[in-house]
């Protein structure tokens, strides 16, 4: 019996830390920070069809993640870009910490810096990181990444 709590002892610390990404979605934002006009998911998805068609409208970019993570005080969501300018590869990275969500799951929208938004061209592919600290919890790329 004593061997048997002695064994859970040891091996509790070493359970990795337990992370998800349930969804990432990209959006393009207009010039005054907005990714849709109204909170219908309609109208959303018909100004994003807007901004895509339109560059000179668009203001910069945000991805939504949908995520969920133990409790840590080192958590936070990397997002790696890849995009194309007059036919030259750019990259770009952002990071920004996070919260544990507690019980439940949680969005958290990752906005690209507005000065490097011009440099990174049109999007291409990205891979959205959820990180404890330097270990990697989750990730989720799109589909040319």
Avoid at 110 to 119: E, F, H
């Amino acid at each position: 019996m004593i061997r048997i709590s002695v064994l859970m002892l040891v091996a509790l610390p070493l359970m990795a830390a337990e992370g998800k990404i349930h969804k990432v979605l990209p959006h393009f934002v207009d010039k005054e920070g907005r990714h849709s006009l109204s909170p219908s998911l309609y109208e959303r998805d018909a100004y994003q069809a807007q901004l895509r068609n339109d560059p000179e409208q668009r203001g910069g970019l945000r991805f939504d993640v949908h995520w969920k993570a133990q409790k840590s005080p080192n958590l936070k969501l990397r997002l790696d870009i890849r995009g194309s300018k007059t036919n030259e590869a750019t990259s770009l990275m952002v990071e920004m910490p996070v919260k544990p969500p507690g019980f439940f799951s949680k969005w958290s929208a990752v906005l690209v810096p507005k000065k490097d938004y011009p440099r990174l061209g049109e999007l291409r592919s990205w891979r959205a990181t959820l990180l404890d600290g330097d270990q990697v919890l989750d990730e989720q790329k799109s589909f040319l990444w």
